[in-house]
């Protein structure tokens, strides 16, 4: 592959990413506020509004069955383009159905993005740079954020908050990538062709494993983290974008440092790291009562977000080239499995003891850090687990239909 090529490949990673960003970073940190002044959410409705954001993400299988028809690149676009519509109206009317159905056309786009930008990083990426290159896009994202959200933070401070003006400029946004996408640059063919069906493989079965307990914990902290700071604590919106912010800062400083730290230590190690801090997290969430201890707790969760990077990149050194696109998104239905059932039930349990929702999470972040110690020092096709060796032969028949 020549220079210039690989280097537009990258450019147009990047660019999804960034316009992925702006539209899904500008919804996120208004919800929890947008719903709670506007809408008069309580658990249960924003319980209910996260497990339908969900179910997107839980049929991001089919996006293997669209690309029969349409190649990865051009879906990844129209995709960003779908992410910015939904992102646009959400706040046209506070009403419950309305965010809900705004919120499913978001989501529709977000899901089928981020399945179809994990697949082309996968295929794109040689196995060596994946680790560094993966934690750069992780920090041009987080500058990304930094910016869109300083800029709201300052229209906060000296403004009242005009929630359709800054959902309608930041879906805009994303729109408009998704034209400068489509229009400047190359559409390229698949150097690997990626085979067109659903399958699970065995060999796969600890990503599987690890990408399902993933989503779980993620679910945990998106829906509950933020939304303790709101209504236990009483947090502004203006200090929940200035929190982000900052996470978005560390993140900048940080994502490149994790990515390299993957390469050098290796997955299994990284992982461990990521999920004891977790298990730490998750318990002390339970029992916080002090507003600057559930900041930093929030502060270091976001953080470890970043060590994710280890997950895709162990699937990379063990799969067949061929089987990347179908596997992401096969894995993205798994890491929603558990995302479409528990904000809703969690949601419930909210309202009764908020405290067993963290500790749930920390149960989840423990499991994870069992499987993890099955990840061998160096994963590769053949060698999946430390378990069980496979033979190139077994890895190709197989496949459960």
Known sequence: MNLSKLQSRKQLLFLLAIGNTIAFATWQVLLNNFVVERAAFTGEEIGVLQSLREIPGFLAFTAILVMIFIRQQTFAILSLITLGIGTAITAFFPTALWLYAATVIMSIGFHYLETLHNSLSLQWLSKDEAPRVLGQLLSVRAICNLIVLGGIYLYLYFFAANYVFIYMLAGGAAIAI???????????????????????????????????????????????????????????????????????????????????????????????????????????????????????????????FAMAIAIKTYFQKIADPTDIAATSSISFTIN??????????????????????????????????????????????????????????????????
């Open 178 to 304: 998704g034209f400068f996408c489509w229009t400047a640059i190359p559409h390229f063919e698949d150097s690997v062709v990626q085979k067109k069906s659903l399958f699970l493989r065995r060999q796969y079965w600890l990503y599987y494993f690890l990408t399902f307990l993933a989503g779980a914990r993620r679910q945990i902290f998106v829906v509950f983290a933020g939304f303790l700071m709101v209504e236990k604590f009483g947090f502004p919106i203006e200090n929940v974008v200035l929190l982000t912010l900052v996470n978005a800062a560390l993140t900048y400083w940080l994502a490149p440092k994790i990515g390299a730290l993957i390469s050098y230590i290796g997955e299994r190690r990284a992982l461990t790291l990521e999920y004891i801090g977790l298990v730490i997290i998750f318990v002390s969430y339970a029992f916080v009562d002090s507003i600057a201890v559930a900041i930093a707790l929030y502060l270091l969760d976001h953080l470890f």
């Open 336 to 401: 929603h499995i558990a995302a479409v059932i528990l904000p809703a039930v969690l949601g419930f349990v909210w309202v009764i003891n908020h405290s067993a929702v963290f500790l749930v999470g920390a149960g989840i972040a423990f499991g994870s850090l069992v499987l993890t110690q099955l990840i061998p020092d160096k994963p590769r096709q053949g060698q999946e687990t430390r378990w069980i060796q496979w033979s190139p032969q077994t890895q190709r028949s197989q496949v459960l239909d």
